[in-house]
């Protein structure tokens, strides 16, 4: 069986009628942290500068979720409450218009990142299909739930849906390029189905369905970087978007790229498809990939 190391992909919706989009601008200034990187705090400013758009032109959602825990020690009972809050904003980010304005400067030896984001948003009508996925680490049980790669560690990745749909994944370098990880490259009909209420480990030979050819993923010496990944689930079809083989060859010549296409043409072809289809889902997941 031969690996694959970096994966992107994309599909098409079929069409349905799109809310009406407005375009949206946020701000956001952050206070670095001494422990965070630059890269990191970039990051985060544009998150919330979007997050901020957002709930100004669509509101938010105000949540709480408390928690009551009871421990038996030495005789003793110990109850402890904890209270949980949380906002969400009521709009769904389509994308990006222009470029990004980031201002970074120290005042009193303190690190400050400012980010200008404008872009075309829609209001969240309906509620987000609750799909789940996990990152696995050198195993395929949800135990094995990381965040942080080394070079040679077996990539997995699980996934459950309380209804039945389409299903993308993508490894995403910040603007460089996109790698298809599903469906997989020796699928020839650019989609991949899943059934309700079953819980998929794809990039596992041993978890295959239907004896299908699985690509099976890890990262290879020179993946030092922070990575995202797109999973995309959506219960109307879709298709993936045109990509390319990879012209990347490792020593070993039985260790094959992911087919890949540019980061700008991705997120095109992201916006077209979320544009057309109100139902699609979309959750990202950081990854750092160190020695």
Same mark, same amino acid.
């Given at each position: 069986?031969?690996? $694959?190391?970096?994966?992107?992909?994309?599909?098409?919706?079929?069409?349905? =009628?799109?809310?009406?989009?407005?375009?949206?601008?946020?701000? =956001?200034?952050?206070?670095?942290?001494? %422990?965070?990187?630059? /890269?990191?705090?970039?990051?985060?400013?544009?998150?919330?500068?979007?997050? !901020?758009?957002? /709930?100004?032109?669509?509101?938010?959602? $105000?949540?709480?979720?408390?928690? %009551?825990?009871?421990?038996?020690?030495?005789?003793? %009972?110990? %109850?402890?409450?904890?209270?949980?809050?949380?906002?969400?904003?009521?709009?769904?980010?389509?994308?990006?218009?222009?470029?990004?304005?980031?201002?970074?400067?120290?005042?009193?030896?303190?690190?400050?990142?400012?980010?200008?984001?404008?872009?075309?948003?829609?209001?969240?009508?309906?509620?987000?299909?609750?799909?789940?996925?996990?990152?696995?680490? !050198?195993?395929?049980?949800?135990? !094995?739930?990381?965040?942080?790669?080394?070079?040679?560690?077996?990539?997995?990745?699980?996934?459950?849906?309380?209804?039945?749909?389409?299903?993308?994944?993508?490894?995403?370098?910040?603007?460089?390029?996109?790698?298809?990880?599903?469906?997989?490259?020796?699928?020839?009909?650019?989609?991949?189905?899943?059934?309700?209420?079953?819980?998929?480990?794809? =990039?596992?030979?041993?978890?295959?369905? !239907?004896?299908?050819?699985?690509?099976?993923?890890?990262?290879?010496?020179?993946?030092?970087?922070?990575?995202?990944?797109?999973?995309?689930?959506?219960?109307?079809? =879709?298709?993936?978007?045109?990509?390319?083989?990879?012209?990347?060859?490792?020593?070993?010549?039985?260790?094959?790229?992911?087919?890949?296409?540019?980061?700008?043409?991705?997120?095109?072809?992201?916006?077209?498809?979320?544009?057309?289809?109100?139902?699609?889902?979309?959750?990202?997941?950081?990854?750092?990939?160190?020695?």
């Amino acid at each position: 069986m031969k690996k $694959i190391t970096l994966l992107l992909c994309g599909f098409l919706a079929l069409p349905v =009628f799109a809310q009406k989009e407005k375009t949206v601008e946020g701000e =956001f200034v952050y206070h670095v942290p001494e %422990t965070q990187s630059l /890269a990191d705090a970039k990051k985060h400013t544009l998150n919330m500068a979007k997050f !901020n758009a957002l /709930a100004s032109e669509f509101g938010t959602i $105000i949540s709480q979720t408390n928690l %009551t825990h009871i421990q038996n020690s030495n005789s003793q %009972t110990v %109850t402890q409450f904890n209270s949980f809050g949380s906002s969400d904003v009521k709009g769904e980010w389509i994308e990006t218009i222009g470029k990004v304005e980031y201002k970074v400067k120290y005042e009193d030896e303190s690190l400050i990142v400012s980010c200008k984001v404008k872009g075309k948003a829609r209001e969240i009508e309906t509620s987000q299909i609750d799909f789940q996925a996990k990152v696995l680490r !050198n195993g395929t049980d949800d135990r !094995n739930e990381d965040d942080r790669f080394a070079v040679g560690d077996n990539f997995f990745l699980s996934f459950k849906t309380p209804i039945k749909g389409f299903v993308a994944i993508y490894l995403v370098e910040e603007s460089k390029s996109v790698q298809c990880l599903l469906p997989y490259q020796k699928q020839q009909d650019g989609i991949y189905q899943v059934e309700a209420n079953y819980r998929y480990v794809f =990039f596992s030979q041993k978890d295959a369905q !239907n004896q299908e050819k699985v690509d099976e993923m890890f990262f290879p010496e020179g993946s030092l970087t922070n990575y995202q990944v797109y999973v995309i689930f959506s219960p109307n079809q =879709f298709f993936k978007a045109v990509d390319s083989a990879s012209n990347k060859v490792l020593s070993d010549r039985k260790t094959i790229y992911p087919r890949e296409l540019s980061f700008n043409d991705f997120h095109k072809w992201l916006a077209k498809c979320r544009r057309r289809d109100k139902e699609m889902c979309l959750q990202k997941i950081l990854l750092t990939v160190g020695e």
